[in-house]
């Protein structure tokens, strides 16, 4: 019996269903299911809400969701050799866990919550990335997702939650910034996991900025590019792969010519962007 559950300890479920973590797919499996615990909390009271999973494996964090009060619970896992697991919990919590085996990248999730969920998951670290830009990035906004609370390896949560001025900071903390308020919670040590990673993981929570400054994300997403992509170079150098006069565009928007990408904050980057739109004839 385990400690949230009259369910057998995760230990025991991985190795009666001969659940070896496969790099492959991105697996560690956290095993401590009072850091599980720690994660459904950090997502904010679950009870009367949808939750989406993403990679739930032998169910750690599942059965913390649902022991939290999740009113339902959407798992999206790509290994079928977790499903007989994931089945045992859904015996245990009738009529409130949904398992759904397929490819989160080539589901359409938010056709499947059905409405505004918490996305809560321990994103395995090869698609952890892809997943999140792709919710960052949905139109129309506000996003049918309500918050999200996810692990990623510290240097991305790193990356994520980065501001102008910091080292990290980058084309993806402009994203996270431009449409989101991301927090990092806490730190989980690579000795928590099964097998152990090479490196320390962290819990970030996001919720949706309810009204970012306008602009187009394509927009956005060019400027961005060019400005990181030579990100020790001035802005005036750096914006030529945009096509248009570096000089004007950031003249038109009171950028010094001499300033690098990691100087601008995110509204400096929303102000370029329209500016190039309005420059290429598409503002």
Known sequence: MSAIDDLPPLSEVVKTHGLDARKALGQNFLFD??????????????????????????????RALLAAGAERVVAIERDPRCLPALAEIAARYPGRLEVIEGDALAIDMGALAGGPVRIVANLPYNVGT??????????????????????????????????AGDDAYGRLGVLAGWRSIATQMFDISP?????????????????PHPAPLPCRLGALEAVTAAAFGQRRK???????????????????????????????????????????DAATGRG
């Open 191 to 207: 000795r928590a996991f099964v097998p152990p990673p090479k490196v320390t993981s962290t819990v970030v929570h996001f919720e």
């Open 130 to 163: 892809q997943l999140l830009i792709g919710w960052l990035s949905l139109d129309p906004w506000p996003p049918w997702w309500a918050s999200m609370t996810l692990m990623f390896q510290k240097e991305v949560a790193e990356r994520i939650t980065a501001a």
């Open 33 to 62: 299911l009072n850091l599980t615990a720690r994660i459904a909390r950090s997502a904010g009271p679950l009870a009367g809400h949808t939750v989406l999973e993403v990679g739930p494996g032998p169910g750690g964090l599942t």
């Open 234 to 276: 001035m802005l005036r150098q750096s914006l030529k792969a945009l096509g248009v006069d570096p000089i004007a565009l950031l003249a038109a928007v009171e950028i010094d010519p001499t300033a690098r990408a990691e100087t601008i904050p995110v509204a400096g980057f929303v102000a370029l962007a329209n500016a190039f």
